[in-house]
């Protein structure tokens, strides 16, 4: 594990003052409608979901909810995209029912309300339970293996499902190509080791990672594996995030996180406060926030990191541009990033 290096307080300050513009003190935002579970943006469009399986769109520069919180499946929305300008695909799972479902919402018209929870447990009963979808979707499909993880490529998406596979569809959801489960012969003995947590794309490929540490690229076009490997890291993943530039960041059990560089392997491991819940990268530099924190950390050539207390749990980040960063916290409160210095 590297030493943590502490910078000194201004220059953490000196960071913060580059990703926001002077005026940061004197502008808010408004709290969410509800507490976050995703926050998704892409153009013109942002969307907000909650952590009960409700969403609604924000205005993508004020940030205040455009419309009510509408739900239009039970549920738990375990994962949710962005596709094109107009789609939002996510998978809902109800667990008490043992129920999924993978559905493509278009944002050009509005969210509806759907069925209840009662009603569904009506129709398992009279073997109705097919019939039901979610609520304005331009397509809904079930799902007979928990969905684990979904990114996209181009103008289709990329999910994959509980020891079924990693299939391509188009936003139309017509297949492109399907491929069995990643198997990492190392990991076959560790409960849940090759369970997929996270699928991100990158340039023409498609990485995929593991519970356990495995990691394979894939070849977008025909979901080929071009190269694998175990990450021996001695916990587990719960989060990835690509630099856009080849290096990743991973957020582990254990109140740890690692930066992981491809080309030549090389591994850094931090410990921080509890678990990292989101980051950005520029120029050589991690923004991270999570467990009552924001973090500065640049593993390239002498590794510093410097951290900042939060009164919450960070969320989200989101770059406003002049305005720098801000993070929406487990609350649905904004905050710059790295407001308060140790």
């Not at 989101?278 to 951290?307: C, F, H, K, M, N």
């Amino acid at each position: 594990m590297t030493e943590r290096i502490r910078l000194h307080a201004s220059a953490f300050a000196a960071h913060c003052f580059m990703n926001r513009g002077p005026y940061h003190r004197l502008m808010s935002l408004p709290d969410t409608p509800t507490a976050p579970r995703f926050l998704l943006a892409n153009g013109g469009r942002t969307v907000f979901v909650d952590t009960e399986g409700g969403m609604c769109l924000l205005h993508p520069e004020r940030l205040n909810a455009l419309d009510p919180i509408r739900t239009p499946f039970p549920g738990d929305i375990t994962n949710a995209v962005l596709l094109g300008d107009n789609l939002l695909i996510s998978t809902w799972v109800e667990r008490e029912i043992s129920l999924a479902r993978l559905a493509a919402l278009d944002l050009n018209q509005p969210i509806e309300d759907g069925v209840e929870l009662p009603d569904l447990r009506a129709a398992i009963e009279s073997g109705k339970i097919d019939h039901y979808h979610v609520s304005g979707a331009k397509w809904s499909h079930i799902l007979d293996a928990e969905p684990l993880a979904l990114c996209t490529y181009k103008d289709d998406l990329i999910f994959c499902t509980h020891h079924r596979g990693i299939y391509r569809v188009t936003a139309t959801s017509e297949e492109v190509w399907r491929r069995n489960p990643i198997e990492w012969d190392s990991l076959v003995d560790l409960p849940d080791g090759e369970v997929i947590v996270e699928l991100v794309t990158s340039d023409d490929s498609i990485w995929a990672f593991s519970l356990g540490g495995g990691w394979a690229e894939i070849n977008a076009t025909d979901g080929s594996v071009l190269r694998s490997g175990i990450l021996q890291l001695k916990s587990k993943i719960n989060r990835v995030w690509s630099s856009g530039t080849g290096v990743w960041l991973f957020g582990l059990s254990h109140n740890r996180m690692v930066y992981w560089d491809p080309a030549d392997d090389s591994i850094l491991i931090e410990n921080v406060q509890g678990p990292i819940q989101d980051a950005v990268y520029q120029d050589g530099i991690w923004s991270i926030t999570g467990w009552r924190e924001d973090i500065v950390w640049s593993p390239v050539g002498v590794p510093s990191l410097s951290s900042s207390a939060r009164s919450e749990i960070g969320h989200s980040i989101v770059n406003r541009g002049e305005d720098g960063l801000w993070v929406l916290d487990n609350r649905g409160q904004w905050t710059p990033f790295g407001t308060c210095l140790n």
